[in-house]
Nanobody, 121 residues
Framework: QVQLVESGGGLVQAGGSLRLSCAAS????????MGWFRQAPGKEREVVAT?????????YYRDSVKGRFTISRDNAKNTVYLQMNSLKPEDTAVYYC?????????????WGQGTQVTVSS
């Protein structure tokens, strides 16, 4: 079992920044690749960024967030972060963290409860 709890969402003006955190407990966190996903109203859940296990040297970003978002992990704190800069209204969504993101949205077992990010124009 892996339990994931997100925090750090909120309301911010366009151009602002937020840092999301995902605290993990349960099985060995450092082994797991981790990912951030988001889901806007009426849209499918989509991957935002992923980070490999252990050192987290391998990362992936969807094109629309490249250069603005940074994913990182602190294995000593069992936490993965998503630093979001230069936020845009189209970034508004519920953000979820997940373990083993490569499984795909429909097969991922471990999800957090989600945190709302709202970007006003």
């Amino acid at each position: 079992q892996v339990q994931l709890v997100e925090s750090g969402g909120g309301l911010v003006q366009a151009g602002g920044s937020l840092r999301l955190s995902c605290a993990a407990s349960g099985r060995t966190f450092s082994n797991y690749p981790m990912g951030w996903f988001r889901q806007a109203p009426g849209k499918e859940r989509e991957v935002v960024a992923t980070i490999g296990g252990w050192s987290g040297s391998i990362t992936y970003y969807r094109d629309s967030v490249k250069g603005r978002f940074t994913i990182s992990r602190d294995n000593a704190k069992n936490t993965v972060y998503l630093q979001m800069n230069s936020l845009k209204p189209e970034d508004t969504a519920v953000y979820y963290c997940a373990a083993d993101p490569a499984k795909g949205v429909k097969s991922i077992v471990y999800w957090g409860q989600g945190t709302q990010v709202t970007v006003s124009s």
